[in-house]
């Protein structure tokens, strides 16, 4: 009972997600997940086989983590249902969105390289 | 021919100014310049008084580890080991400071120099703390701008300019991280704030650097860790969660995190101690709840339940786990004391005394309250009231930091630094709504009143004559004059003209106790010309920064309390009879004791009035110190007739009264008189065995005895 509801309701689900998203989100969807799954990777492996070098599965991961992060903020300044006056996001333009992403990500990575070791 | 005309057009065009417009402008930017100088000014007392120094106790440490710093370059400083205290164990120093003002006083030094000031680093390092104040005003002028409006800002920059808590903690010469944090705070809260506000990544991503910079310069950033998360929880609660929330919190999780851990004393503590956990926990709550939303924006509602209630139960159970298995596994950190202590105020006295044995670590007296924020503890409240007339999301926040900071001020003394600030946002705010739509009225009664004898009496005067009016004769209140924008502001000011003055006394009443204090500094510089390179000095551990910092001596223990046991054996030494004390002294290779005594001169924060918490702290490495040996049988702690056998026979005892009963210091009272305790001192003549007197300055202040060597026959 619960099973059969489980994947009817995947089913709609991505039925929703072909139909209804644009297709430059989906591209962003799909690198979203690309980061989501080579951060599951590392989590997997330091489960396995251990923390040793803490201070680079910390960069490596948080890395990953936050590259999602600032993917899902810029998907959502440039997704077109979200230009909602409770939002403000009306004045912030697609390539001006960009250019604080990469800013962010600057930020981001350089920490990253430093804590690497 | 045409071009400057063009550029001109296109340079109104660009900034985008009437002359109105202007006007406000230079208005404002006027009075943030006055409101700097006036808090650069009036923080430059103690070094127009007496001279440059640095005060204190922690500023010293902080200076000797700049000069390191400057001296040697970065990598030497980061990795410096510090072999002259906590002697034998030293200290990494790299790795256990806070460097945030050490870099921010190098880089000022480094900028003077490239621009060819030759100014000495000891300068630098006492302007610090006012110039910081100037960016502390400029800073709290653009939150409160954010939260609340300019004329707010304006009032808010003009009270943390001269607000009490805060120019206690930065006059010149008190090169401490809170001087430096504060700015940084006030900063983060900001750009918190509009982060929040704007939803842009970019902002999101300055709060992260802000963040870096409050990280590296105090222990009291985990007040920012902890109070962000908190008002995501509330803004949640409250029904006002946007996108522009998830996009201003989880870029500050992430990069913040990482940032910190950067700073080598943080490491790894910013993901296993348990203060930081609940920003972890805030935020994958707050990736799940987008999750969830992002669905429920996609499906119809009846799959939407379905899946909501897969993804909750898998959530749940996942995060039930990782709960269990952090905490089975150890991976969690234990809490530290100085957390409890904030949660539960009396944890502090009860189990850990090295912390309750700090005055600044003690619960707030109520008077404090006013003497440290003044007439702004009573104007808070209608900050607050006025900030739930107006909700957004800015004064959500202003109104949890409010109520937090004065919750943790009255837990610790010293927090009170924390509260002065919001005191000063909030107070602001109130300030600007009363005032503001009675200037309106007020212009009204001016054009009545125009014929009136009083009407060319214009500018500072008729302020005056108005506050004079106001406070004398309530009843004709009515006849206040000329109120333009510029003259509530004189009046303002003028107004907390009494503020000011109770400043000035607070800060004189500050800097006498400073160079009273600082007197055992100078006095201890005896050390650096008498004694050998090499000598080892013990004293309590409130004097360590002074002797290393003034004698350049190798101490034992010193003000970064970051051995305890090691403290407790110097407390042992001080309050073990003479024998035994001499062979933990040898063990130790201690040449020199210090001891601080203020009997004679009338000090009275010496030794023998801080003697009880060396016993208690020294309980914990030699569980036969019996705290009621040192008591009169009565339990009091009495230094004459009826004083504990223990405390007559302590090392302590004996170093600072040593020939003391000898010596009749005023014709009126007789020899032995103990000035601070005001009574004659027990035992009056006993002779030194183990110890002989090396100095004594002429006060009796400053009292060093040299530890003899072992006799040559048993």
Known sequence: MI???IVEASKQLLVHYKNSVPYH????????????????????YVLLVGTFPFNAFLAGFFSCIGVFVLTVGLRMQLNPQNQSPANRWQRINPSRAFTEWLFCNLVLHIAVINFIG | MGMPTQLSINYTRTIGLSTKQQQQLLFRFAVLLIACCVSFCIRLFAVIRYESIIHEFDPWFNFRATKVLVEQGTFEFWNWFDSASWYPLGRIVGGTVYPGIMYSAATIYHIL????????IKDVCVMMAPLFSCFTNIVTYFFTKQVSDTTAGL???????????????????????ECVAITAMILCFFLIVKSVHTGSLFWSGLTCLAYLYMVASWGGYVFITNIYPIYVLVLILCGRYSQRLYVAYSTFYVIGTLLSMQIRFVGFQAVQSSEHMGALIVFVFLQCYC???????????????????????????????AAFLATATGYLGPWTGRFYSLLDPTYASKHIPIIASVAEHQPTAWGSYFFDLHILSMLVPAGIYFCFQNVNDGVIFLILYGSFAAYFAGVMVRLMLVLAPAACVLSGIAFSKLLVPNVAQLRKWEQKKDES??????????????????????????????????????????????????????SLCLVRLRIACSEPSFRSSWLRYNTKVDAKILSWWDYGYQISGFANRTVIVDNNTWNNSHIATVGRVLNSPERKAFQICKKLDVDYVLVIFGGALGYSSDDINKFLWPIRISHSVDSTVDESAYLTADGNYRVGE???????????????????GEVQFDRGNPAGYDKVRGEVIAKKKFKLRYFEEAFTSRNWLVRIYHVKDLPNIG
């Open chain 2, 642 to 660: 009826g004083a504990g056998p223990a405390l007559v026979e302590s090392l302590m005892y004996k170093l600072c009264y040593y020939r003391f």
């Open chain 1, 3 to 5: 099973g059969t509801s």
């Open chain 2, 155 to 177: 009032f808010a920059a003009c009270f943390i300019a001269m607000v009490p808590g805060y120019l206690s903690r930065s006059v010149a010469g008190s090169y401490d991280n």
């Open chain 1, 25 to 44: 989100l989906k591209v962003i969807d799909a690198f979203l997940l690309y980061v989501a799954f080579t951060a599951a990777i590392q989590f997997v």
């Open chain 2, 453 to 506: 004898q009083w009407s060319e009496i214009k500018g500072v005067a008729s302020s005056w004559i108005g506050v004079v009016r106001r406070f004398y004769c309530l009843d004709s209140g009515v006849d206040l004059y000329s109120f333009g924008w510029l003259e509530v502001l004189v009046l303002f000011s003028s107004g907390w003209f009494v503020v000011v003055i109770v400043c000035f006394c607070a």
């Open chain 2, 113 to 120: 120099h490239a621009l060819t000031f030759p100014v000495d």
């Open chain 2, 291 to 321: 999750f969830v939303n992002w669905i429920r924006s996609l499906v119809p509602r009846d799959v939407f339940v379905t899946l909501y209630r897969i993804f909750f139960l898998a959530v749940g159970a996942m995060f039930m786990l």
